[in-house]
Antibody, heavy 121, light 107 residues
């Protein structure tokens, strides 16, 4: 069965950096686009980034563009998000997702359980 | 960005009840809509795509309808495992955007 397991969350100071990882299993990872989505109590769910198979194409939400970088290692069945210049408003649970369809803007069909990132001094 | 508005934000129901949740888009999104549910501390679970098609393994007690700007998710014969928060998401236009959620609670 499809499994996605995030890791790397934690507490970081404003302006700091953090890298989240997502280990995938149960499907041919290299065939799928992957995504990161975050959730906060105040703003709800927010899509933040996509990456294509092979990593040749990436896309970002305006709120994180220039600060976050998505990447993948198909040999390790893993997708990552490097988060720099973190702000208090980046505090959220971050979910990794497998993109089930790339029709139009696409959607996630399988989600991980999430990793909590807290940005606070 | 397209705004997605769900109603109600919460509802109370009993085991065995039938419930309907509504999701409205701020502009026409055709049928490019998904529904999923989330239980505390668990991975969100996909239910429906293309407004009315069931994801693999999702029971037929879940049904989706609508097109354009108004959509519904109906759950028949509520069971204890169905008490959760339900979300819609549009994928017609970048960026994908989500509704605020409907919390289905036990009465």
């Amino acid at each position: 069965q499809v499994q996605l397991v995030e890791s790397g969350g934690g507490l970081v100071k404003p302006g700091g950096s953090l890298r989240l990882s997502c280990a995938a299993s149960g499907f041919i990872f290299s065939d799928y686009w992957m995504s990161w989505i975050r959730q906060t109590p105040g703003k709800g769910l927010e899509w933040i980034s996509y990456i294509s198979p092979g990593g040749t194409t990436t896309n970002y939400a305006d709120s994180v563009r220039g600060r976050f970088t998505i990447s993948r290692d198909d040999a390790k069945n893993s997708v990552y998000v490097q988060m720099n210049s973190l702000r208090a408003e980046d505090t959220a649970v971050y979910y990794c997702g497998r993109v089930g369809s790339t029709v139009k803007a696409g959607f996630v069909d399988y989600w991980g359980q999430g990793a909590l990132v807290t940005v606070s001094s | 960005d397209i705004q997605m508005t769900q109603s109600p934000s919460s509802l109370s129901a009993s085991v065995g009840d039938r419930v309907t949740i509504t999701c409205r888009a701020s502009q026409d999104i055709s049928n490019f809509l998904v529904w999923f549910r989330q239980k505390p501390g668990k991975a969100p679970q996909s239910l429906i795509y293309a407004a009315s098609s069931l994801h693999s393994g999702v029971p037929s007690k879940f049904s989706g309808g609508g097109s354009g700007t108004e959509f519904t998710l109906t759950i028949t014969s509520l069971q204890p495992e169905d008490f959760a928060t339900y979300y819609c998401q549009q994928y017609d236009t970048y960026p994908p955007t989500f509704g605020g959620g409907t919390n289905v609670e036990i009465k």
